[in-house]
C-alpha cells in the first residue's frame, strides 16, 4: 500500500465567540484573517490551503470560488483545494466556469473536492430533498466532467434543464482538474470515487476511526473491482489540533473549545458519539496533546488509512492561537512526518498553455 504525505490547512471560516471572551470578531476582520492565514500556511512550508463552503451562521465560506480566488493573489505556490464544494445544490455548469477561471488565475493550482454535503440547512435554503441527495450528487457530477473533458456538450437528465451543445468558458488551465470525493457516512461516495477513477479525501472528523477505515477499505476494493491501474490517492481530515507541552496542558486548553463546539446545531446533526473530549482525542481524530503524541497518531492514522494528503484545521482557535498551532505543527510535525513518508503528489505538470504565467501574488504577510 502505497503510503506518503503531504499537509494542507482547511478552514471552514467559523466566526463563533471566543469561549473565553465571549467576543466575536467582525465579519470583515474574520474575512481578512483568513487571508493572512493562507499566506503564513505557504510561508511556513505547507503544500495546500483548503476552504469548506458552508451556508449560514456561524460560518462565512459561502461561496470557496470567491475566496479561494482571492487566496491565489496572495500566494503563489501552495495548492488551491476546497472542502468541499457542495455540488449537489449547484448548477455544474456555473462550477465548471468559476473554477476553470480560479484555475487560470491561480497559474493551475487548484484541486476540487466535491460531495453532497452534511450541513443540514443546505437542503432547505437550496430546495434540495434529502432523499435524492445521492441521486443529485451523481448526475451533476456525470455533467461537470463532461463539461471540463468534452466541448459541444448535448446532455439530459433529471435536475437540470437539457443543455445543447454548450461549451463553458474558460476552458481549465490545467490539462486535468483534478476532482477528489469527499466521504464522511456512505459507501455511496466512495463507489462513485472508485467508480470514475478519481482520489477520495476521508472527513474523519465526527465518528470513530473504524467507521472511516470502513469507508476507505470500501474505496480501495471498488477501485481495484473497477479495474483502475495502480494504487488510489487518499486524503484524510484532523479537524481539532492544540499541541501544548504536556497532555494535560493540551486537554485543559482545548476542552472551552469542544465544549462550545458540542452544543452548536451541526455537532447535533452530525450525532457523533463522542460526548467528551477524552474519548475524542482516544477513539477519534483529535490532535490533541503534546508534540510527540500528535506525531505518533499521525503515523498511526497514516499507517492505517495510507494516505498521501493530511489535511489539520485549528478553525475553533482564536486567530493568535491559530498562527502559533501552524508554526508549532510546521517545526516539529510535518519534518518528522516528511521524512518518513515522502511522496510525489502534486509534482509540476505541462498546463494546456505552457507559456502562460501565474497571476502575481503580494509579499506573504
Known amino acids: 500500500m502505497l503510503t506518503a504525505v503531504k499537509f494542507v490547512v482547511l478552514s471552514l471560516i467559523i466566526n463563533a465567540p471566543d469561549p473565553h471572551t465571549g467576543v466575536t470578531m467582525s465579519q470583515h476582520d474574520k474575512l481578512a484573517s483568513i487571508l493572512d492565514q493562507a499566506a503564513l500556511v505557504e510561508q511556513l512550508g505547507y503544500d495546500a490551503y483548503q476552504i469548506g463552503e458552508r451556508h449560514g451562521a456561524p460560518f462565512l465560506c459561502s461561496s470557496p470560488a470567491v475566496l479561494l480566488t482571492a487566496v491565489a493573489a496572495r500566494t503563489s505556490r501552495v495548492r488551491l483545494l476546497t472542502g468541499v464544494t457542495v455540488l449537489s445544490i449547484?448548477?455544474?455548469?456555473?462550477?465548471?466556469?468559476?473554477?476553470?477561471?480560479?484555475?487560470?488565475?491561480?497559474?493551475?493550482?487548484?484541486?476540487?473536492?466535491?460531495?453532497?454535503?452534511?450541513?443540514?440547512?443546505?437542503?432547505?435554503?437550496?430546495?434540495?430533498?434529502?432523499?435524492?441527495?445521492?441521486?443529485?450528487?451523481?448526475?451533476?457530477?456525470?455533467?461537470?466532467?463532461?463539461?471540463?473533458?468534452?466541448e459541444s456538450v448535448t446532455?439530459?437528465?433529471?435536475?437540470?434543464?437539457?443543455?445543447?451543445?454548450?461549451?463553458?468558458?474558460?476552458?481549465?488551465?490545467?490539462?486535468?482538474?483534478?476532482?477528489?470525493?469527499?466521504?464522511?457516512?456512505?459507501?455511496?461516495?466512495?463507489?462513485?470515487?472508485?467508480?470514475?477513477?478519481?482520489?477520495?479525501?476521508?472527513?474523519?472528523?465526527?465518528?470513530?476511526?473504524?467507521?472511516?477505515?470502513?469507508?476507505i477499505d470500501h474505496y480501495r476494493q471498488r477501485w481495484a473491482d473497477h479495474g483502475h491501474p495502480g494504487q488510489p490517492l487518499i486524503g484524510s481530515g484532523f479537524p481539532a489540533l492544540l499541541i501544548r507541552r504536556t497532555s494535560q496542558?493540551?486537554?485543559?486548553?482545548?476542552?472551552?473549545?469542544?465544549?462550545?463546539?458540542?452544543?452548536?446545531?451541526?455537532?447535533?446533526?452530525?450525532?457523533?458519539?463522542?460526548?467528551?473530549?477524552?474519548?475524542?482525542?482516544?477513539?477519534?481524530?483529535?490532535?490533541?496533546?503534546?508534540?510527540?503524541?500528535?506525531?505518533?497518531?499521525?503515523?498511526?492514522?497514516?499507517?492505517?488509512?495510507?494516505?498521501?494528503?493530511t489535511g489539520i484545521g485549528v478553525d475553533s482557535l482564536p486567530v493568535a492561537w491559530q498562527r502559533e498551532q501552524l508554526e508549532w505543527f510546521a517545526a516539529d510535525i510535518a519534518p518528522e512526518l516528511r521524512h518518513a513518508y515522502p511522496d510525489t503528489l502534486w509534482e509540476p505538470e505541462p498546463t494546456t498553455e505552457p507559456t502562460a504565467a501565474p497571476a502575481p501574488a503580494a509579499t506573504p504577510a
Open 90 to 150: 449547484h448548477d455544474p455548469v456555473r462550477v465548471a466556469e468559476e473554477y476553470a477561471l480560479l484555475d487560470h488565475l491561480s497559474g493551475g493550482r487548484l484541486d476540487l473536492v466535491i460531495a453532497k454535503g452534511n450541513h443540514a440547512p443546505h437542503y432547505a435554503t437550496f430546495g434540495l430533498d434529502p432523499a435524492e441527495q445521492w441521486e443529485v450528487l451523481a448526475e451533476k457530477y456525470e455533467l461537470l466532467r463532461q463539461l471540463w473533458s468534452q
Open 155 to 215: 446532455w439530459s437528465g433529471r435536475y437540470r434543464e437539457p443543455l445543447v451543445d454548450v461549451t463553458t468558458q474558460p476552458r481549465p488551465y490545467q490539462p486535468t482538474i483534478r476532482v477528489w470525493h469527499g466521504s464522511a457516512t456512505s459507501r455511496q461516495t466512495t463507489e462513485l470515487a472508485a467508480k470514475h477513477g478519481d482520489p477520495l479525501y476521508s472527513a474523519n472528523g465526527f465518528f470513530k476511526v473504524a467507521q472511516y477505515k470502513d469507508l
Open 249 to 309: 496542558e493540551a486537554l485543559e486548553a482545548y476542552r472551552p473549545f469542544w465544549n462550545a463546539q458540542r452544543a452548536t446545531p451541526a455537532a447535533k446533526h452530525n450525532n457523533s458519539p463522542f460526548w467528551e473530549l477524552e474519548e475524542f482525542i482516544e477513539q477519534g481524530s483529535a490532535l490533541v496533546g503534546s508534540p510527540q503524541q500528535v506525531l505518533d497518531k499521525i503515523h498511526r492514522f497514516t499507517e492505517l488509512y495510507g494516505q498521501q494528503l
